[in-house]
């Protein structure tokens, strides 16, 4: 069997929840009981962490208009720099104005921090690789929006079942965020279930892109995020 990082965070998230539920902590054993009776997946902190981890304050007002950094939302500090791998809140980041549409703002953007390697990616990424990558989160945020208004805002989670996923460093969601912001540093962190990538350089190797960066397209993943959102972005 093999152990991914990602598996084995699932499976100390889920000795610990079992364990502290032994020793007689009814919170919890709630917690856990509430997030599978509403229908979240088992790896639910892997899910809404890759959904996350690159969130912004921009991407938040899809959710909320109101929505600020004064959040708490666990996302990869730009800076990697710094000893801090995970912000505890999602940064403002702006794009620019000088072209006409969001798309080539957006593009303009990422190539203007190409040598400042701030933009939270590290240094092994080339430009294509960022473009993909960027374009996809605000891809996977509209579709994260779309269940959002489909599944989740007609019958919003209940105030307890937020308590439980909002509590961030005791899920499991900031241990996710962290291992993506540790792989960063060293390459790119979609060798998803210990398989490696190719460099984005041709047809063939993006075929095998598309197949990573749908991976969390399912309807559970999306599910997942939603319910999320919808705890985090409430109170604004």
Known sequence: MVHTPAAMIRFVILIS?????????????????????????????????????????????MFNSKATESNHIPTVNHNLKSVQKVLPFAPNDPVGSDFATHTMNTIDKILSHLENSDDGLGPNWSPIERVAHTFHMLDLWVKIHELYWQKVAPNPPSSQLCACLTRTEDNGITAAVKWVADHYESGTPITLLNRPIPKLTNANSWTVWKKRLLHYYSDQSLFDAATYMSCATRDF
């Open 17 to 61: 929840i079992a364990i502290l539920g032994v020793v007689g902590s009814p919170l919890s054993h709630k917690c856990l009981q509430l997030i599978t009776d509403n229908g979240l997946s088992k790896n639910f902190n892997e899910t809404i962490a890759h959904a996350i981890h690159s969130m912004t304050v921009e991407g938040l007002k």
